[in-house]
């Protein structure tokens, strides 16, 4: 086996998409999308998104647009956004199609049927979306869905800020540079 100090399929760096790199270097929170019911429920790990206040409010995503997830959006026209924490790392890899998920994704984790689609138990927060227009741009499928429900947890940040160790063990999950991270 051989230990490698940069990622091993990485692209040559003359050969690295400047875009790519710049967005990489951004970095966003890690969010899960699902959407659909039983056979044909379908998930999505998603950082580049942002929502925009407003009445009512909405999120703003790019999606892969060759993703099931994007297919059972446009088709259902509902979603469940879920916030992930660093315990939740293994699974935002399974859902990115990044680890092999024996029996299927949605066998990793708990699920619980919403009206918008799959949530996962024990999520932080989460929102019920609605989709509301979908367009190219890129190599990206940009939705803006209308947030019609939200719940959040009272914040586990202020523990950690507290001084409590294991919620500052249980960050939010964030994505920069190729790599998850404690937020």
């Known amino acids: 086996m051989t230990i490698h100090t940069t990622h091993p399929f990485a692209d040559p760096e003359p050969g690295r ?3 790519r790199r710049l967005r990489g270097r951004l970095g966003g929170a890690v969010t899960l999308w699902t959407a659909g019911e039983g056979a044909d429920r379908a998930g999505l790990t998603v950082s580049s998104l942002m929502v925009a206040h407003g009445e009512p409010g909405r999120v703003l995503a790019l999606l892969d647009p060759d993703a099931d997830l994007t297919d059972a959006l446009e ?3 509902r979603a469940v956004v879920q916030l992930l924490r660093w315990r939740h790392r293994d ?7 990044l680890a092999p ?17 799959p949530r996962l138990d024990g999520a932080e927060g989460w929102a019920g979306v609605r989709l509301e227009s979908a367009t190219e741009v890129g190599w990206s499928r940009l ?6 429900e939200t719940h959040l947890e009272p914040a586990p940040d202020a523990a950690a800020a507290a001084g409590d160790a294991s919620a500052a ?3 939010p999950l964030v994505h920069r540079r190729g790599r998850y991270g404690r937020g």
Not at 143 to 148: F, G, M, N, R, S
């Open 143 to 148: 939705v803006t869905c209308v947030v019609e």
């Open 91 to 97: 699974l935002a890899e399974v859902f990115a199609g």
């Open 75 to 77: 088709e259902t026209g």
């Open 169 to 171: 063990a249980d960050a």
């Open 17 to 19: 998409d400047p875009v």
């Open 101 to 117: 998920a024996p029996g299927g994704p949605f066998r990793q984790a708990t699920f619980t049927p919403t009206a918008w689609g």
